[in-house]
């Protein structure tokens, strides 16, 4: 069974930065792309960024410049340094992973969601 498990959300004034965490647990044999949505109330989910396992990363627009993602391997976790936020980055972030397994071979797996709000 793999679990993604975030962490790092909260509330935060304009301008400010946070740091979401994401780590894969379980078996499995490889963990290709890593990478992080969010979804707005009343809206779509939405891609943020995403890194694959030879280091190509892939940004939307609206976050380009502020946001960073990051990973560390060895412990099959992925960052996204947020800064520079603002109001219209509120919304619940989601942590994605394609991830190939015995049972299930390659698939994509999804973290339960942390809440980020950006508010004065």
């Known amino acids: 069974q793999v679990q993604l498990v975030e962490s790092g959300g909260g509330l935060v004034q304009p301008g400010g930065s946070l740091r979401l965490s994401c780590a894969a647990s379980g078996t499995f044999f490889s963990i290709y792309a890593m990478g992080w949505y969010r979804q707005a109330p009343g809206k779509q989910r939405e891609l943020v960024a995403v890194?694959?396992?030879?280091?190509?990363?892939n940004y939307a627009d609206s976050v380009k410049g502020r946001f960073t993602i990051s990973r560390d391997n060895a412990k099959n976790t992925v960052y996204l340094q947020m800064n520079s936020l603002k109001p219209e980055d509120t919304a619940v972030y989601y942590c994605?992973?394609?991830?190939?397994?015995?049972?299930?071979?390659?698939?994509?797996?999804w973290g339960q969601g942390t809440q980020v709000t950006v508010s004065s």
């Open positions: 890194l694959t396992s030879i280091g190509s990363t």
């Open positions: 994605n992973a394609t991830i190939r397994t015995v049972v299930n071979g390659t698939g994509d797996y």
